[in-house]
T-cell receptor
Framework: DAGVIQSPRHEVTEMGQEVTLRCKPISGHNSLFWYRQTMMRGLELLIYFNNNVPIDDSGMPEDRFSAKMPNASFSTLKIQPSEPRDSAVYFC??????????FGQGTRLTVV | AQSVTQLGSHVSVSEGALVLLRCNYSSSVPPYLFWYVQYPNQGLQLLLKYTTGATLVKGINGFEAEFKKSETSFHLTKPSAHMSEAAEYFCAVSRNAGKSTFGDGTTLTVKP
């Protein structure tokens, strides 16, 4: 398996624009997590899905953030409209039952 | 509820010296414990994990950690540091390997 695949690796966008981050989890993994990493706040869990169902979205900072998992092999994290303070590295991770989380390489988002 | 405290946001050692990164956790149920490493511009990679059984866990590249229930600790050690191991290290706790709670991370610097 190629591991967790995130795209794009880098995204630069203007304030106010919509941003969509994509994640393909490892085949067979039934849980998927979206994290945000910044220098100031470290690694924050935004939302996680179990069997494609959102279980806990309490970490989603505002209504501007939304996440979907239409099927077991794909998830998106959308920010609309984006703001400069959303600049961060966003990680997707997946895990199977009773295993550790496998992380993607991350998407570095810069909002100017 | 579960939480993780990593003591020392920065640790600096000389090449060849002992590495000790400290992690204390709290969990209302028997925990699963993990150490991850993050190299610059990359995602987190698992170093080692404790689920059940032997309390001394060996991971990749000579790293070890010991689960001490009485001290609620899971410190990471390596007898001899190598320059290539300069990175950020994260301790994490979960229940049944579901949603993990991560510590704030410890940046390891290895001096020549």
């Amino acid at each position: 398996d190629a591991g967790v695949i995130q795209s794009p690796r880098h995204e630069v966008t203007e304030m106010g624009q919509e941003v969509t981050l994509r994640c393909k989890p490892i085949s067979g993994h039934n849980s998927l997590f979206w994290y945000r990493q910044t220098m100031m706040r470290g690694l924050e869990l935004l939302i996680y899905f179990n069997n494609n169902v959102p279980i806990d979205d309490s970490g989603m900072p505002e209504d501007r953030f939304s996440a979907k998992m239409p099927n077991a092999s794909f998830s998106t994290l959308k920010i609309q409209p984006s703001e400069p303070r959303d600049s961060a590295v966003y990680f997707c991770a997946s895990l199977a039952l009773n295993t550790e989380a496998f992380f993607g390489q991350g998407t570095r988002l810069t909002v100017v | 509820a579960q939480s993780v405290t990593q003591l020392g946001s920065h640790v600096s050692v000389s090449e060849g010296a002992l590495v000790l990164l400290r992690c204390n956790y709290s969990s209302s149920v028997p925990p699963y414990l993990f150490w991850y490493v993050q190299y610059p511009n990359q995602g987190l990679q698992l170093l080692l994990k404790y689920t059940t059984g032997a309390t001394l866990v060996k991971g990749i590249n000579g790293f070890e950690a010991e689960f001490k229930k009485s001290e609620t600790s899971f410190h990471l050690t390596k007898p001899s540091a190598h320059m290539s191991e300069a990175a950020e290290y994260f301790c994490a706790v979960s229940r049944n390997a579901g949603k993990s709670t991560f510590g704030d991370g410890t940046t390891l610097t290895v001096k020549p």
